[in-house]
C-alpha cells in the first residue's frame, strides 16, 4: 500500500511528527491530504534542541514542511484489514507485457515452418533462438512442429 | 525513458527502480544526517517510504548503537540516499556496538568539538579578513 493510503488508515491514531526545523509534534492525526497536509489535535510540540515544549489543542501542518512521520506499528496491520476487504485485482507487477510478443512470435514462426514444409529444422530453430524469452517459447514450438510434419 | 534493458536485464528510472527493494532491508540516510535501517513497505512516485522496524543507527567514530524506532512514513525530498545491506557479509572496517546512552553522550561531545572548531575557524576568518560563507554541506530549513 501506498505511504500516503497507509497515512490515510493511521487516523485518530498517536503520532509523532518531525518536521525539516526539527521540531518535533506529538498528537493524534485527524484528517490528511494527497499533499500530506495533517490536522493534529491534542499535540505537544517540542523544540529542535529539546528543551522547550507546548501544549496546543489543535494544529495544521503544511505538507512540504515535514520531514517524517513515525507511527505506531500496529497500524500496518490495520492496513493489511483494509485491503482485504477491497476486490483483489492484479497490479502492473503481475502484468507480463511480453507474453502476447511470445504469442506473435509462436503464431510466425508457426507460419515459417509450414512454409518451409520439407526445409531443415535448423531454419525455424534459427529464428526461434534469436530475440526475447517469449518468442524462445515460440521458436521451440516452431522447431516441434516441423519435426512433426517431417515425420508424416 | 523509463525502462532501460541492458544485457537482458531491467533498470527502471526514478524512484520505480526501488520496486524490486520492498521488503529488503535497506540503509536510508537522511538529509539531516541521520542514519536509518529498517524494511522497506512501500512508495510512491515522490519517492515517499514506508519504513518498517525501523533502527536509527548512530556512528561516532568506530563505535555505534541502534535506536529502535518502529514505523516510518518518510516524505521523500528529505532522503540523502538508499542503499541495499547485506548482513551475512561480515563488515569491512569493524565496528564496536556500544549502549544507546554511551553513544548519546559521544554524540553530543562530537557535537561539541565540532562546534568549537567551526567558532575558531570563523574567529580565523574574520581576523584574516576574509568573507564566511558557513559550512555548505549542512542543511538550513
Not at chain 2, 515522490?46 to 524506532?69: K, S, T
Amino acid at each position: 500500500m501506498l505511504p500516503l493510503t497507509l497515512l490515510r488508515t493511521a487516523v485518530y491514531h498517536p503520532m509523532l511528527v518531525e518536521l525539516k526545523n526539527g521540531e518535533t509534534y506529538n498528537g493524534h492525526l485527524i484528517s490528511c491530504d494527497n499533499f500530506m497536509n495533517i490536522h493534529l489535535r491534542d499535540v505537544i510540540c517540542t523544540s529542535r534542541d529539546g528543551d522547550r515544549f507546548w501544549k496546543i489543542p489543535e494544529c495544521y501542518i503544511r505538507g512540504n514542511t515535514i520531514k517524517y512521520l513515525r507511527l505506531p506499528e500496529d497500524v500496518l496491520g490495520l492496513v493489511k484489514e483494509d485491503t482485504n476487504e477491497k476486490p483483489t485485482r492484479s497490479g502492473p507487477p503481475t502484468r507480463r507485457p511480453f507474453r502476447g510478443r511470445g504469442d506473435g512470435g509462436r503464431g510466425g514462426h508457426g507460419g515459417r515452418s509450414a512454409g518451409s514444409g520439407g526445409d531443415h529444422r535448423k531454419g525455424g530453430g534459427g529464428g526461434g533462438r534469436g530475440g526475447h524469452q517469449g518468442s524462445r517459447g515460440g521458436g521451440r514450438g516452431g522447431q516441434q512442429g516441423g519435426q512433426l510434419r517431417q515425420g508424416r | 525513458m523509463d525502462l532501460s534493458i541492458v544485457n537482458n536485464d531491467y533498470y527502471l528510472s526514478g524512484m520505480a527502480a526501488l520496486i524490486g527493494d520492498v521488503d529488503k532491508q535497506l540503509m536510508v540516510m537522511l538529509r539531516d544526517g541521520r542514519t536509518l535501517i529498517a524494511y522497506l513497505r512501500s512508495l510512491d512516485q515522490f519517492g515517499n517510504l514506508v519504513l518498517h522496524q525501523a533502527f536509527e543507527r548512530i556512528c561516532i567514530g568506530r563505535q555505534y548503537a541502534d535506536i529502535p524506532r518502529g514505523l516510518f512514513v518518510i516524505r521523500g525530498e528529505n532522503v540523502l540516499f538508499i542503499g541495499e545491506l547485506d548482513f551475512h557479509q561480515p563488515l569491512r572496517v569493524p565496528l564496536i556496538e556500544v549502549t544507546i546512552e554511551e553513544i548519546l553522550k559521544l554524540q553530543k561531545e562530537d557535537i561539541e568539538k565540532k562546534e568549537h572548531i567551526e567558532k575558531l575557524r570563523q574567529k580565523a576568518m574574520i581576523e584574516h579578513g576574509l568573507i564566511d560563507e558557513g559550512n555548505p554541506i549542512e542543511e538550513h530549513y
